[in-house]
């Protein structure tokens, strides 16, 4: 069982949405699409979707081409960002409709109204509006609808984008496991790094209409193949540094050349960039390794538990996680630490060399 | 209770406006005599008399029939034709599709009087010359931009989401059409029958000029009741107040949509 794209492309008016892609989904699996708006997720699902046709490539579940297949024929659910409900219906009915069209009995419908509803808490609302609904419950109405088809393909378009915290929260914890157990494959696309490690599986990661890794989240996540996939999947952005290194010394951008210390010494000559996740930008010198560069400050923001320092390294804007509350003043100059073990290491062309040592990626 | 300026103001406001059609009522309660021999602000005599003549005689009620009749063809031709091109030019991008939806709206910038003569001489060759449907298919020539224009504007209001999440749902377009999309747009349907009606309703150049028996609308024949005994007076008023009614009758349904229906659904 296997949900296959070949080739798949799609130009609208000139401009390409989608560059030819291949990617093949098993059932029973959760898959993230992961991606900065603009970077094709919604194109990509609504060509999985059938909603737009594409323009090469061959789309096929279990090896039958579902190209020409139209949508209705599909067993397709989709959830958008929007809560889309059909606002003349109640609640009930709309949950319904999908099975109304199937033309199952009222009694069979009943059954699987009930226990969707249950799922997703509705059962208190099956006779109202949808538009007398708060946003929360009208997404777990479209979810609900979504739920009941027992579609073979689940798409869910930034589902939790509008809802409040909370909600988030709690239906991420849900939705995995409710679909996931049906045996569908499953395609969640979110602009949030945090949501595609917090709910695991495969991760896509697309930037620019193109898929720039597919693999397991923790993979993608610790082996960004190439600096693309390690932008999109890190949140705060990830800061670049870019070094030559030549003998034992270590050219650094905008810097005084030093010595190559650490995981640093064992790199061939040439040049590089490092790539570091903002936690592991410190404010204090963690090792004797440690590579000390000078910044600026420009903002602060402090969350509580943590506080997100933006900086200056001459024009590259770059930004530290750090516990607790630091603030620096703004404008002053500070000096942040890199661990050589916890850089990415990446060569000119943007391929990486080196992931940082697995067992001190916590 | 207190009298304000500005509920003097609505007061006169009113007085002025329902003036004319108070009078009119007035008329049409009183005899001939009394009308055009004496001044009085009520009937004296009170006669419904003129509206049993109305009632009982063919030719003054076959008017009322007719008119409704076209009237309501026309507005069920107008919604039919209507529907499916607004929720073209709603979802579909086409080539010329703004140009062509600019361009049935220039139609109701020609006075009807123009397309009269076309109309008079091509539905006389055809043999359509007075009957309803005539004039109901004269009357879209108007009625159909303005539906179209109305019902686009209430129908890019419904997300096109929507659309899709019936047809993954496994809707086909048209069970889709007529079990959710129509719902969302009922008041701009309601909005556009009430449209259509009125303009049908109160045109006369047109639904004259191509009837002349057996279609009669009733404007005209409260145009021709000047006879040898002079003008019937208390006739004519009763026939005007008979007209006013279906109007007021389908605007006090529709009341709440008109504001949104004259911005053209784009509220």
């Known amino acids: ?362 | 209770m207190k009298v304000t300026k500005s509920g003097m103001v609505m007061f006169l406001y009113i007085l002025f406006l329902m003036l004319p059609i108070y009078w009119l009522l007035n008329m049409s309660l009183k005899t001939n005599n009394e009308i055009l021999n004496s001044f009085s602000l009520w009937p004296q005599n009170l006669t419904f008399e003129n509206y049993m003549t109305i009632f009982t005689d063919k030719s003054w009620y076959s008017g009322y029939i007719n008119s409704i009749t076209y009237v309501l063809m026309n507005t069920v031709i107008s919604i039919c034709v209507a529907l499916p091109a607004a929720y073209a030019f709603s979802r579909y991008r086409f080539m010329g599709d703004k140009h062509l939806f600019f361009w049935l709206l220039t139609n109701r910038m020609a006075p009807p009087a123009v397309f009269a003569l076309p109309f008079f001489q091509l539905y006389s060759s055809v043999g359509l010359f007075d009957t309803h449907i005539a004039v109901a298919l004269a009357h879209c020539l108007f009625n159909v931009p303005l539906a179209v224009w109305i019902l686009e504007g209430f129908m890019s209001g419904v997300p096109k989401e929507i659309d899709e999440t019936a047809y993954l749902d496994g809707y086909s377009f048209t069970r889709f059409f007529t079990r959710i999309f129509m719902p969302l747009i009922a008041s701009g349907i309601g909005v556009v029958a009430f449209f259509c009606f009125m303009f049908s309703w109160v045109e006369l150049l047109l639904a004259r000029t191509l009837t002349s028996v057996v279609a009669k609308p009733i404007a005209a024949t409260m145009t021709r009741t000047v006879s040898a005994a002079g003008m019937d007076w208390g006739v004519l008023a009763a026939a005007g107040i008979l007209t006013i009614v279906p109007g007021a009758l389908v605007i006090y349904f529709v009341r709440n949509y008109i504001a949104k229906g004259f911005a053209l659904g784009r509220v």
């Not at chain 1, 001459?314 to 404008?331: F, M």
């Open chain 1, 1 to 362: 069982m296997s949900f296959k794209l070949e080739q798949v492309s799609s130009v609208v008016g000139g401009n390409t949405h989608i560059y030819p892609l291949d990617l093949t989904l098993t059932a029973g699996s959760l898959n993230v699409l992961l991606g900065p708006t603009q970077a094709g997720k919604t194109s990509l699902m609504r060509l999985m979707a059938g909603l737009d046709k594409p323009t090469t490539g061959d789309i096929s579940w279990n090896g039958d081409r579902m190209n020409d297949v139209p949508v209705q024929k599909r067993n397709i659910a989709m959830v958008y960002q929007q809560f889309i409900n059909y606002p003349a219906m109640t609640v009930y009915e709309n949950i319904a409709s999908p099975l109304r069209i199937r033309g199952l009995s009222n009694k069979a419908i009943d059954k699987k109204v009930m226990e969707a509803s249950e799922l997703m808490k509705l059962t208190p609302m099956l006779q109202r509006k949808p538009l007398e609904l708060s946003g929360g419950q009208q997404q777990r109405c479209a979810l609900a609808r979504a739920l009941v088809k027992d579609a073979d393909l689940v798409l869910l378009d930034e589902p939790l984008a509008n809802l409040d915290y909370k909600l988030r929260e709690e239906l991420r914890e849900e939705m995995p496991k409710i679909f996931t157990e049906s045996g569908a494959v499953f395609v969640y696309a979110t602009t949030e790094p945090t949501e595609a490690l917090l709910l695991g599986g495969n991760t896509v990661a697309m930037s620019e209409g193109r898929i720039a890794q597919f693999g397991k989240t923790l993979d993608v996540y610790r082996n960004p193949k190439d600096m693309t996939t390690a932008r999109v999947f890190s949140e705060p952005p990830m800061n670049f540094l870019k070094i030559t290194k030549q003998g034992g010394e270590l050219h650094v951008q905008g810097e005084q050349t030093r010595t190559a210390t650490g995981a640093f010494t064992t790199l061939d000559n040439g040049q590089y960039t490092v790539g570091i996740r903002p936690n592991h930008l410190m404010l204090h010198r963690p090792s004797d390794d440690a590579l000390a560069i000078e910044v600026t400050v420009s903002v602060v923001e402090i969350t509580g538990s943590e506080s997100f320092v933006h900086l200056l390294h001459g024009d590259q804007r770059w930004v530290s996680l750090a516990h607790g509350i630091h603030h620096p003043e703004s404008g002053s100059t500070l000096t942040v630490y890199v661990d050589p073990s916890n850089a990415y290491i990446f060569d000119e062309n943007e391929q990486m060399v080196r992931a940082p040592e697995l067992a001190k990626v916590a």
